[in-house]
């Protein structure tokens, strides 16, 4: 089984978050080389804090994916960290969550012999569950070139709003991830497609053979 879960910051335990902002260090700074605050092999930033909550993607009780989710009327990313990356950044009406450093950690997906199921699909579901279930409008973020085209390939229908340039002189986009029920169906349709879940928020993916 894969367990999707939601967690406050204020109530993730020690070992979890340690473990948590560890697999980010791996994603971020080593993979990535992104320009991220490190300290004792681990990422983590301001925005990590009692506003902030978190989707975690766990397998045999050892996390494998996560997501940080910040209600946008809290200190965020979007308008803070990234503000300087755009010319201008045009946030949609409503109540929006800001969605940042998502991650697959590719090194346990291999080792538990799991990277050939789509995490990233199955995060993306819970992304939508999650933010339907609290009552939002949907998410927002600001993702790279080759996170947008995972994007695309999920069959979420994510539109762009603004475009930016990174550190690292790289387009960078400014996203909204509608929930509306067309993108829900379609990517729990591509779901059950292939795996079997429980149609309710915290999700449990069960893929044959687990």
């Not at 009327?73 to 950044?89: H, L, Q, R, T, V």
């Not at 789509?118 to 339907?132: D, E, H, P, W």
């Not at 169906?185 to 591509?190: E, G, Q, R």
């Amino acid at each position: 089984m894969l367990n999707f879960i939601d967690v406050k910051y204020s109530e993730i335990s020690n070992c979890q978050l340690n473990d948590l902002f560890f697999l980010r260090k791996k994603s971020f700074k080593d993979r990535l080389n992104w320009l991220v605050k490190c300290k004792n092999n681990k990422e983590f930033d301001e925005y990590d804090n009692k506003g902030a909550n978190y989707i975690l993607g766990f397998y045999k009780d050892r996390i494998i994916c996560g997501v940080r989710l910040i209600d946008m009327m809290n200190p965020n990313m979007i308008e803070g960290e990234f503000n300087k990356y755009f010319k201008k950044i045009d946030l949609p009406n409503g109540n929006y969550i800001d969605a940042s450093r998502l991650f697959v950690d590719k090194d346990r997906t291999r080792q538990y012999k799991i990277n050939k199921y789509a995490i990233s699909s199955m995060l993306f579901l819970s992304m939508i569950y999650y933010t339907r279930s609290y009552g939002y409008d949907g998410l927002c973020a600001i993702i790279s070139h080759q996170m947008l085209i995972i994007f695309k390939r999920s069959g979420w229908n994510v539109f762009v709003i603004n475009k930016g340039i990174s550190e690292k002189k790289a387009i960078i986009y400014l996203i909204i991830m509608p929930i509306d029920l067309g993108n829900t169906i379609f990517l729990k349709k591509k779901i059950l497609s292939e795996y079997k879940f429980d149609d309710r928020w915290p999700l449990t993916f069960y893929p044959d053979g687990m």
